[in-house]
């Protein structure tokens, strides 16, 4: 049985004209009703959930639910207990006899997302599995099997950590044979004019924004652009844009401005930073630290609106100051302890010093950055400078998020 290729782009919502989008379409479609495992590749943000969700919904198991598990966010303790389930008591906090994964997606799918972070104990395990079916759950002998088909995704470069010893070649080998390869967008430019416009159209829709359209000098100036963050960084920028520029027609000059605010403040604009600009670095990496700097002036400038607004009383408490919304501004601590200065250069008040704590800032860090990369973890980890392992834990420690990503499509 072959899946008609339009059919599936409708109904996985995959969009693209290109080439290269079709040729993945081709194969998703050869793939998808054989009961076989498929490695996705693909930098960043190119797609490879949408592609790994293509391949669930296009093939037998599709009324079947889709376990979606990422490897790289698990700490190396429970990895396997998440995976494969434990036997109560079996270690410390064991407290109950519990499925894991594999046992859930029986009959279905599991995506194993960020395959490369895997522990090599684990990787062992996934090959079994992978090759017959068969696990075992922590603290138990008794073999169990899972009738469960294997999607994984990854954008490191697998072969790379094989070589390095972090990637065990045989669970390489098995992945691999059949890999489907996202291409980066800037490869396929063709596609970014219709995301554009379903994005747009989405997006206004749903926020009950007028939508006049993008001009074509906009839109020719879009597919200039390389896009490190592939088509989620589009996606977030057509959204940004249009709210920027609410109900007008988005003009060459617009999307000219909104791309230059993103990489050219270094020098252009009045933000003096020690950054020191690696030429070979990552531009999104720029990009995330001077998005992360604009949003905290925007807030900066929201609470000085509001200590001017309001009553400030002679001890430099605000009295009576509205609860500025948790989300927005992260802890109460920042509230209290900022101080604007007309530069909005000083941001920690002196007297709140031995007040604040480090975790205040860091879960004010956590908290905002999460929210700019719409939860995107690895992404907000690989901003803040930390292990995708270390941002799950202290999303855990401050509560940041309910405990582990686990979704069903
Ligand atoms: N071809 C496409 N058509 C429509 N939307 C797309 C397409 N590719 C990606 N997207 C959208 O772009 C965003 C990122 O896609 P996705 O999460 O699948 O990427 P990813 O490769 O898994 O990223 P990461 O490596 O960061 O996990 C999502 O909002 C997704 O819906
Ligand atoms: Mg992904």
Avoid at 113 to 130: A, S
Avoid at 210 to 218: E, K, S
Wanted: aromatic letters at 6%.
């Amino acid at each position: 049985m072959m899946v008609d290729i339009d059919r599936l782009q409708k109904q996985s919502g995959i969009i693209g004209t290109s080439e290269k989008i079709q040729q993945v379409l081709k194969m998703i479609a050869q793939v998808a009703p054989v009961d076989i495992s498929v490695l996705i590749t693909g930098d960043s943000g190119t797609g490879k959930e949408v592609m790994a969700k293509a391949i669930h919904k296009a093939g037998r198991r599709a009324h079947q639910q889709m376990v979606i598990v990422n490897c790289g966010a698990i700490p190396e303790g429970i990895i396997e207990s998440e995976l494969f389930g434990h036997k109560k008591g079996s270690f410390t906090g064991a407290a109950d006899d519990r499925k894991g994964y594999f046992e859930e997606a029986h009959k279905g799918t599991i995506f194993l997302d960020e395959i490369g972070e895997t522990p090599l104990e684990t990787q062992v395990k996934l090959l079994r599995v992978l090759e017959t079916g068969e696990f075992m759950r922590v603290g138990e002998a008794k073999t169990r099997y899972a009738d469960v088909r294997i999607i994984a995704a990854t954008n490191n470069d697998l072969d790379e950590l094989v070589k390095k010893g972090h990637f065990r070649p045989d669970l390489y080998y098995r992945l691999k044979t059949v890999m489907l390869n996202v291409p980066a967008l800037r490869n396929r430019v063709e596609d970014i004019s219709p995301m554009v416009e379903r994005f747009a159209l989405e997006f206004t829709r749903s926020n009950d924004i007028l939508y006049r359209g993008f001009m074509p000098d906009a839109v020719r100036l879009l597919k200039q652009y390389d896009w490190p963050g592939n088509v989620r960084e589009l996606k977030n920028f057509v959204e940004r844009i249009l709210v920027l520029e609410k109900g007008e027609r988005i003009t060459a000059e617009m999307v000219q401005r909104e791309l230059s605010d993103a990489f050219a403040p270094l020098t252009e604009k009045n933000i003096h930073l020690p950054v020191a600009v690696d030429q070979t670095s990552d531009r999104a990496e720029i990009d995330i630290i001077l998005r992360q700097l604009f949003l905290l002036r925007q807030d900066t400038e929201l609470i000085r609106n509001l200590i001017v607004g309001k009553a400030v009383d002679n001890t430099g408490i605000i009295s009576n100051m509205p609860l500025v919304h948790d989300a927005e501004l992260g802890t109460a601590i920042t509230e209290k302890s900022m101080e604007i200065t007309e530069e909005g250069h000083s941001l920690i008040r002196d007297d709140a010093i031995g007040d604040m704590q480090l975790k205040d800032l860091e879960r004010d860090a956590i908290t905002r950055t999460l929210r700019f990369f719409n939860n995107n973890r690895r992404k907000t980890a690989r901003s803040l400078g930390m292990s995708e392992r270390t941002l799950y834990r202290k999303i855990e420690e401050y509560e940041l998020e309910p405990k582990i990503k686990r979704r069903r499509v």
